[in-house]
C-alpha cells in the first residue's frame, strides 16, 4: 500500500517517512503544497497524510481542489487547530480523519489502518482469496493453514491482488502502488516479484495470480 506524505517539516517528513516503510508501506513525500497537490493528482496511492500549513498551497486549498475533482483518496489531516469548528470544517470539505499536532506515530498508524480496510473479504485486519489468509496488523501470510514467509514488497504485492480479486491490474498501477516514485518503470522489478510470490504460495495450492496479456496480471481462481 502506498502513501502520500505532504509535509513542509523535514524531521516530522523523515520520521514519518521510516516508521510507514518499517511498517510495510510504500512512501511518496512533497514539502510544499504545489508539489503534494501535483503528485496526488497525478501518482496513484492508498492514502493521504496531509499538513494543514503548507507553503505554496495549504492543505485546506489541497483537499478541496482533490475533491472538485472527484479524486476520493482517503485523506488523513495534520493539523495544530483543535477548535471544534476547525474540524468540522476539515471533515466538511472531504478530509476522512485529522489527527492534532503533536501526536504518537502508534496512533496515526491505528487511524490509517482504520481508513485503509476494506469490508470486502475481510475480517477485522484479515483479507482471504480461496485458501490464503493475509493479516495486515501482523504482516503474516497462511495458505492452507501453512505460514508462508513474504519480503516487505512480496507481501505488498499480494495485498493489493487481494484488495482488488478478480481484477486485471496493469503493470502501471502495480508500479505505482508498491513502489516509490524513484522506481525505475523499464526495470523487469514487477516481474521477478510476481514470480517469486508465485513460487511461494504455490508451494501449498495451484497458481491463483494469472498474467494477462498485454494488459496485467490477475488474483484469480481461474485463468
Not at 56 to 81: A, F, Y
Not at 157 to 184: C, G, K, Q, T
Request: with cysteine; hydrophobic share 40%.
Amino acid at each position: 500500500m502506498k502513501i502520500l506524505i505532504i509535509e513542509d517539516d523535514q524531521e516530522i517528513t523523515r520520521s514519518l517517512a521510516i516508521n510507514f516503510k518499517e511498517s510495510g508501506y510504500t512512501v511518496d513525500i512533497a514539502n510544499n503544497g504545489e508539489r503534494g497537490y501535483l503528485l496526488a493528482g497525478t501518482n496513484e496511492c492508498d492514502l493521504i497524510i496531509l499538513d494543514y500549513n503548507l507553503p505554496d498551497l495549504n492543505g485546506r486549498d489541497i483537499i478541496k481542489k482533490l475533491r472538485q475533482e472527484k479524486n476520493h483518496t482517503p485523506i488523513i489531516m495534520l493539523t495544530v487547530h483543535s477548535e471544534i469548528s476547525d474540524k468540522v470544517d476539515l471533515l466538511s470539505l472531504g478530509a476522512d480523519d485529522y489527527i492534532t499536532k503533536p501526536f504518537a506515530f502508534s496512533e496515526l498508524l491505528a487511524r490509517v489502518k482504520t481508513i485503509l480496510r476494506r469490508p470486502r473479504s475481510r475480517i477485522g485486519s484479515i483479507l482471504k482469496f480461496d485458501n490464503i489468509l493475509l493479516d495486515t496488523d501482523k504482516c503474516s501470510v497462511t495458505r492452507a493453514k501453512e505460514k508462508i514467509s513474504l519480503s516487505f514488497k512480496e507481501f505488498s504485492l499480494l495485498e493489493y491482488f487481494m484488495i482488488n480479486p478478480e481484477r486485471v491490474l496493469s503493470r502501471r498501477e502495480i508500479m505505482e502502488h508498491i513502489w516509490d516514485e524513484n522506481a525505475d518503470p523499464f526495470s523487469n522489478t514487477i516481474e521477478v516479484h510476481i514470480m517469486n510470490l508465485r513460487k511461494k504460495l504455490e508451494q501449498y495450492g495451484h497458481n491463483l495470480i494469472f498474467t494477462v496479456p498485454n494488459r496485467g496480471y490477475k488474483l484469480t481462481r481461474q485463468a
